[in-house]
């Protein structure tokens, strides 16, 4: 025999696996009996959770397969593991239901932004904002309302401390949209019954810059006792009482998701025609501009102009108008 017939496949010598010879499959586990929950909270990779079956509380921690997938509070989960809920046992979360809305915001309006989901499967976003002290911003409830009509989510707008303003202008301002505008003076009880029919049944974020009693309104549909703070006298500017968004269920059935005051409110990942379809009152409008209009200007060929001119969008047309446009320049 040469030596080339020795070279034989059948003569070849592999290294055994030191990790084990069992070959990778690609097929998923099958969890269809793994119980079905909320998320209520995320803290340091531990997921409070709520179980569908009998709403107890239990802590899970995220399987390796979704370790790259955001979980966030309202988001329908499948848990396996012990799901007992006692003290010192952990649930492990294997799957995500797929989601009905999702609520996003950007951390800026331009570039390669990082994008937050902030609440999944909202029904509605209850925008809350004071009627001084701190001052209302138009253009954060705009922003809010972009974000919430591209989520397919049905937004509220709530103003207190109406006893330190008269939120009459600010109201006009939205007078031409088909938005539930709700007031209050101190969350009285008119206020919360109020509240009570709109949420019941239903899972609603709240959204706000802080010192406009957002906790104050939570734990007056809860009952549960978030912090509450004030407004910095030199800044004007509400501090901070809530870390992190919280799921917390209403006597009446339903869920409030409490989120953490916000400074400012990116809409990078917002297309600019979804910002305009936003501003109903001005949208027919745009049915007379010229193709790939950017809405800016009329030398532009921006048909809007002339129609709120023609009185179409109200009193207060030129001023949403002018808060269109001034959205859309910071988009880019």
């Given amino acids: 025999m040469s030596r ?5 496949e059948s003569r070849v010598r592999v290294r055994p696996n030191k990790k084990g010879s069992r070959p990778r499959t690609k097929e998923t586990p099958d969890y269809s009996d793994a119980e079905l929950a909320r998320v209520l909270q995320v803290d340091r990779g531990r997921y409070l959770c709520s179980l569908m079956a009998d709403e107890s509380p239990l802590t899970a921690v995220r399987a390796k397969a979704l370790r790259r997938t955001p979980v966030v509070p309202g988001d329908l989960v499948r848990l396996v593991g ?19 809305t999702l609520l996003r915001r950007s951390s800026d309006d331009e570039g390669a932004v ?31 309302l972009v974000a919430a009509y591209e989520a397919d989510i049905e937004p509220i707008l709530l103003i207190t401390k109406t006893d330190l303003a008269d939120p009459a202008e600010l109201i006009a301002h939205y007078e031409q949209l088909d938005l539930t505008i709700l007031t209050s003076a101190n969350v009285a009880q008119e206020a919360v019954s109020r509240l009570t029919e709109l949420l019941t049944e239903k899972v609603t974020a709240l959204i706000g810059h802080s010192g406009v ?23 004007g500017r509400g501090r901070h009482t809530s870390s992190s968004a919280v799921a917390l ?3 009446t059935g339903g ?43 009329a030398e532009g060929g921006c048909a809007l102009d002339a129609y709120v001119e023609a009185g179409n969008a109200g009193q207060n047309g030129p001023a949403r108008l002018k808060s269109l446009r001034g959205l859309l320049q910071s988009l880019g």
């Avoid at 809920?85 to 294997?94: D, F, P, S």
């Avoid at 009693?213 to 800044?235: E, F, M, Q, Y």
């Avoid at 600019?272 to 809405?295: I, K, Q, R, T």
């Fill in 4 to 8: 080339w017939d020795s070279w034989d």
């Fill in 82 to 100: 012990d799901t007992s809920g006692e003290e010192g046992t952990l649930a492990r979360l294997v799957h995500i239901e797929e989601r009905k």
């Fill in 249 to 251: 269920s209403m006597p």
């Fill in 114 to 144: 990082e994008e937050r989901v902030i609440v999944a499967n909202a029904d509605q976003l209850l925008i809350v904002v004071a009627a001084a002290n701190p001052e209302p911003r138009t253009g954060f409830i705009d922003r809010a």
């Fill in 255 to 297: 869920w409030v998701i409490d989120t953490p005051g916000v400074r400012s409110f990116g809409l990078a990942h917002i297309d600019p025609d979804d910002v305009l379809a936003a501003f109903e009152d001005l949208a027919p409008g745009s049915a007379d501009c010229e193709s790939n209009c950017a809405h800016l200007s």
């Fill in 213 to 235: 009693g957002k906790s104050t309104v939570v734990n007056a549909l809860t009952g549960a006792d978030r912090a509450t703070g004030g407004v910095n006298a030199i800044t």
